[in-house]
């Protein structure tokens, strides 16, 4: 939320400081005063939202070794993207919950539609009211090339995605340069974009790359999940 404010300034001496915190003159009593953000966290990387996406290509599941097995146990792993900073951790178990739900937060439902569906009874949709509002173009770098993938918000700075579109598994790197378009209709100016702050997956998939372990998070550098709503989540044993 941008806050500005006009003050009155000493008679004879009107100025103007503009958003460059250059101070001119002005033919008014008036001063203004440059708003200040909301403190929506550091990018962590220079805008990437200008981009030409066609220079990414869709990142298809690996063709090989996708069903690695994984023989360690599986633990939920982090990278911090600003330190570089990789954390291991451990996974509670809780005997008497096995299952669990989040709700998700419509903003507003202009669908009235089921999303039950059959692999067989899938349709192209154009529209971008909820629920496709939450769907996400997730743009990165691995090995020297840029990709695509989609995601979902899950919450306000957070989209869950595929453990490959953030990490290369099998004992291989993270990706770099990753930035979102939330709500992707073909630009990234819809809700403007968002840098990665966090990304996270799972040692099944990092270390072995076992395709039952293949799932990513985003952590994003503005909750830019108030604009577009997001998906509730649920999981069982």
């Not at 996400?136 to 020297?144: E, I, K, L, N, P």
């Given at each position: 939320?941008?806050?500005a404010?006009?003050?009155?300034?000493?008679?004879?001496?009107?100025?103007?400081v503009?958003?460059?915190?250059e101070?001119r003159?002005?033919?008014?009593?008036?001063?203004?005063?440059?708003?200040?953000?909301?403190?929506e966290?550091?990018?962590?990387?220079?805008?990437?939202?200008?981009?030409?996406?066609?220079?990414?290509?869709?990142?298809?599941?690996?063709?090989?070794?996708?069903?690695?097995?994984?023989d360690?146990?599986?633990?939920?792993?982090t990278?911090?993207?600003?330190?570089?900073?990789?954390?291991?951790?451990?996974?509670?178990?809780?005997?008497?919950?096995t299952?669990?739900?989040?709700?998700?937060?419509?903003?507003t439902?202009?669908?009235?539609e089921?999303?039950d569906?059959?692999?067989?009874?899938?349709?192209?949709?154009?529209?971008?009211a909820?629920?496709?509002?939450?769907?996400?173009?997730?743009?990165?770098?691995?090995?020297?090339?840029?990709?695509?993938?989609?995601?979902?918000?899950?919450?306000?700075?957070?989209?869950?995605?595929a453990?490959?579109?953030?990490?290369?598994?099998?004992?291989?790197?993270w990706?770099?340069?990753?930035?979102?378009?939330?709500?992707?209709?073909?630009?990234?100016?819809?809700?403007?974009?968002?840098?990665?702050?966090?990304?996270?997956?799972?040692?099944?998939?990092?270390?072995?790359?076992?395709?039952?372990?293949?799932?990513?998070?985003?952590?994003?550098?503005?909750?830019?999940?108030?604009?577009?709503?997001?998906?509730?989540?649920?999981?069982?044993?």
């Amino acid at each position: 939320i941008l806050l500005a404010s006009l003050i009155t300034a000493p008679a004879g001496l009107p100025q103007d400081v503009d958003q460059t915190g250059e101070v001119r003159a002005t033919t008014t009593s008036e001063v203004v005063r440059e708003a200040r953000r909301a403190d929506e966290g550091e990018l962590r990387f220079p805008d990437r939202s200008n981009d030409d996406v066609s220079s990414y290509r869709p990142l298809l599941l690996p063709e090989s070794g996708f069903e690695g097995r994984h023989d360690g146990p599986v633990e939920a792993i982090t990278f911090d993207v600003k330190t570089g900073v990789e954390s291991v951790h451990a996974l509670p178990y809780d005997p008497f919950r096995t299952s669990g739900w989040i709700a998700g937060q419509e903003l507003t439902d202009e669908v009235n539609e089921s999303l039950d569906a059959n692999f067989g009874t899938f349709s192209k949709i154009t529209s971008t009211a909820f629920p496709w509002s939450t769907q996400a173009r997730v743009f990165f770098s691995q090995a020297g090339g840029n990709y695509v993938c989609s995601g979902t918000m899950i919450d306000a700075k957070n989209i869950i995605t595929a453990g490959h579109c953030v990490h290369e598994g099998s004992g291989g790197s993270w990706s770099t340069g990753l930035w979102v378009a939330p709500r992707w209709d073909g630009d990234a100016n819809a809700y403007g974009s968002a840098n990665a702050t966090l990304l996270a997956s799972f040692t099944g998939w990092t270390n072995s790359g076992s395709g039952s372990h293949d799932m990513g998070f985003v952590r994003l550098d503005r909750p830019v999940g108030f604009l577009t709503g997001w998906l509730g989540t649920f999981w069982n044993s």
